[in-house]
């Protein structure tokens, strides 16, 4: 291996994982675990047959490279601060962007028993709530982040930051040179960690996706802001019930009316709009269908699952009570008086004094109140990015590039995105955790890696 001069290269380090966040610091522990493993201890983890190893044992160097002037920033804010690290039952229907049988095969290698086995290795016991959500029995992000940290400098993992990464260079006989203002590495394996463009402080502001075009690879035509709250009109009635939060159903309507997407969930009105777990989850869609539709439309159910027909029905068997007291014995008073005031209609009328045409508007804002949205909020506040490098540039089974050998991706980079409590930090451990263990078994010369666990 030689560079421009024909000499051979100096390494650096033996693999440079560039981002420090959550698939960063997966892929860069298993790969330092790895490479501190006797080769005979990685075979011996694989359950398919393989050939017997030399019991040699080599430490090589993984160096991680982070961006930000503060290390894990988008783990120590998610779930409230408490770390939504995984979810009980996760499948590939969970997430939007590449196709569900690429995402699928990811995701098997890597599952939520890891997941929980892996934390609990690292003396971090998780439990699972109503909502199905896991989250640390300490409620508290930092014992997550705490011990990743440990656990890659246990790894021999040597963890560098603010170190922002301006370039990658291929060298000519293999590896790459890593280039920032902090100076330069040269390594044999790189893996890009560095997020998507959600959440920018943290680091993720779309550098990464823009170092993988310069390396050869593709961008999905749109990038958006995934898991963010919506932007209602200025003079829509949604901002005057700030606060209020209830369950609904919030679904996508294409131009035509055609319903596409729903979530139900707890949803929550703010001065700007809407938010809350419904919301967040059907945001990509509303936004993405508008790139290809711009009369897509969001509506509000708060009887989820009733049609026009069932919800007028409802309010006429209310008989001689008053139409408000009908509407109070589902909805928040504030709200009911709303949709009254929206469909034009007195809240001491019962439902037999209104006319069938006033009637059949309130069904209607009962079970799909139309709201004009004009935006979401951005990547500032969003929670994840909806596309990046499509999956079908991957080899799936160790997360290497198919345009730039040596190179590895995991995490949000990619184009694959999940919905709300836990998914995405899933989709990071297992993607994070197949560019590791790869990276290492590259250096050793190990090309299978279909049955490997943690």
Known sequence: MTDASGKSPVFDADIVVIGAGAAGLMSAIHAGRAMHCERSNIVSSMSAPTTTASTTSTTARVVALDGAHRIGIKILVAGGGRCNVTHHAVREQDYAGSTSAAIRRVLSRFTVADCVAFFNQLGVELKQEDTGKLF???????TVLNALLEAARTAGVDIRWPQRVQTITPLVDGGFEVVGAWGALRARRVALCSGGKSLPK???DGLGLELAQKLGHSVTEHVIPSLVPLVASAQHWVRTLSGLTLEAEVRVVSGTGKRLTSFTNSMLFTHFGLSGPAVLDISRYLMMERTRDAAAALQLSFMPGCSLEQADAWLLEAKAQTVLSRLREKLPERLAKTLLEGAGIASDRTPKQIDRDRRRALAQLMCGAPVEI???RGFTHAEVTAGG??????NLSTMESRKCPGLYMAGEILDVD?????FNFQWAWASGFVAGISMALSLDSFTTLSEAKP
Do not use: Q, W, Y
């Not at 999940?418 to 836990?422: E, L, P, Q, W």
């Open 136 to 142: 640390p029995v300490t409620d508290d992000a930092h």
């Open 202 to 204: 943290s680091g993720s």
């Open 374 to 376: 004009v935006g979401d």
């Open 389 to 394: 490098v499509p999956l079908n540039e991957m």
């Open 418 to 422: 999940g919905r709300i409590g836990g």
